[in-house]
Nanobody, 121 residues
Framework: VQLQASGGGLVQAGGSLRLSCAAS????????VGWFRQAPGKERQFVAV??????YYEDSVKGRFTISRDSAQNTVYLQMNSLKPEDTAVYYC?????????????????WGQGTQVTVSS
């Protein structure tokens, strides 16, 4: 499975972006898929995961970010609303057929290349 993350950009605080994680090589409709982010000088941080229709979010993005899946498009989305400057980071998608535990702990086998999100104040 190859993952391609896209949709990042520059947005003002309070704005919105939608990130996409498209899979090629194999359908991953049954795999858990997660998003992580890494800001300069900081460790990679879990953001959200979708697995078997269930979703889970890191506390700081709850109520602002929504993860969803379009199985027909073999794509997972991260809708980000009410963006804050502290959301600025490179965002990565990840997946692993072994289960959500591998994904949420950052041990997934498959990773996208990252997409830059910059939120200006």
């Amino acid at each position: 499975v190859q993952l391609q993350a896209s949709g990042g950009g520059l947005v003002q605080a309070g704005g919105s972006l939608r990130l996409s994680c498209a899979a090629s090589g194999r359908t991953f409709s049954s795999y858990p898929v997660g998003w992580f982010r890494q800001a300069p000088g900081k460790e990679r941080q879990f953001v959200a995961v979708i697995s078997s229709g269930r979703t889970y979010y890191e506390d700081s993005v709850k109520g602002r970010f929504t993860i969803s899946r379009d199985s027909a498009q073999n794509t997972v989305y991260l809708q980000m609303n009410s963006l804050k400057p502290e959301d600025t980071a490179v965002y990565y998608c990840t997946s692993d057929p072994r289960g959500p535990g591998m994904v949420v702990t950052g041990r997934g086998n498959y990773w996208g290349q990252g997409t830059q999100v910059t939120v200006s104040s």
